[in-house]
């Protein structure tokens, strides 16, 4: 993620300027890992799918046994109240969090109930539309519910797809394209995946090993109203290196063009430029 400059950050109650500390050395989530976020934009004087973001950040805490303390109505007036200090045209990331503070018998489970909270707000640009990234594969796969907490946008997943990222750019590439546990097509080491083959859009479909977006959904809507056919399907290697074009989809840019993978190389083509185009209409009328 781009490093973002302006923060604010809404701790005990109470907005302040700048990053400040949030987290003590002793908190369950310092050292254990009990960490869960999630990540909206602003830009233009909207918050597109805001509510959901923040409904999802609940659930993701439920998921990794900490106890939400903030309603998903609640966080979304306080993040309104913190962004009036920014411009209308800022482009800023919205990211409520949640951590838990002790643990409970041996240490290893949370203590169900104290939980710490926090919003951070950051400028971070969008990349400019034009801006394409290059896959390649990767070693490392997605877990399955049994190995990690896969059904929550939880801090403690990020270091695999972190190795991911580290070892596709040591092959020259932006991003790595991850299969899931049966070896088939999950997504990016930071974004959900699309492809376009003979007019129509395909994607991976959600089968518990990642996490399927909200921004995803919302594409998946929008084209659909347009009458475009989308299949969400079971997707090999080949098939994208078949693909016509293919786009990530992701809270932080919305829509990412690729350009190749491995030594396939793609169009910018019209379907990914609509894709974006409908998605900032929908964002603009909502």
């Not at 998921?63 to 966080?75: F, H, K, N, R, Y």
């Not at 951070?120 to 801006?131: R, T």
């Not at 796969?141 to 939880?154: G, Y």
């Not at 991003?175 to 546990?181: E, H, S």
Request: charged letters at 20%.
């Amino acid at each position: 993620m781009p490093t973002g400059t302006n923060v604010r950050t809404y701790f005990e109650d109470t907005w302040h300027d700048g990053d400040i500390m949030i987290m003590r050395a002793a908190d369950h989530g310092s050292w254990l890992g009990t960490s869960v976020f999630d990540g909206a934009r602003f830009v233009n004087g909207v918050t597109p799918d805001l509510l959901a973001h923040c409904q999802r950040v609940n659930r993701s805490a439920e998921a990794l046994m900490i106890q939400p303390t903030v309603s998903a109505e609640e966080m979304v007036a306080i993040t309104l109240e913190g962004l009036k200090a920014y411009s209308h045209d800022a482009p800023v990331y919205i990211r409520p969090m949640y951590w838990a503070l002790q643990g409970g018998e041996m240490g290893v489970a949370p203590e169900i109930g104290p939980t710490g909270f926090a919003i951070c707000l950051e400028e971070i640009p969008f990349a400019p539309p034009e801006k394409t990234a290059t896959l390649t594969t990767t070693r490392f796969r997605r877990p399955v519910l049994e190995d990690a907490v896969v059904n929550a946008k939880a801090g403690c997943l990020y270091p695999n797809n972190a190795r991911m990222l580290v070892e596709a750019r040591q092959k020259g590439f932006n991003n790595a394209l991850v299969a899931d546990a049966m070896g088939n097509v999950a997504e990016t080491a930071t974004a959900n995946i699309f492809m376009v083959k003979d007019g129509e859009v395909f994607t991976p479909i959600p089968n518990g090993t990642f996490l399927a977006g909200i921004t995803r959904a919302r594409h998946i809507r929008n084209l659909k109203t347009d009458g475009v056919q989308v299949h969400e399907t079971i997707l090999s290697f080949e098939d994208f290196r078949d693909a016509d074009e293919v786009f990530m989809s992701g809270n932080m840019m919305k829509v990412t063009p690729i350009s190749a993978f491995d030594d396939t190389n793609y169009q910018h083509g019209p379907m990914t430029r609509r894709v974006r185009e409908m998605y900032w209409d929908w964002a603009m009328s909502a």
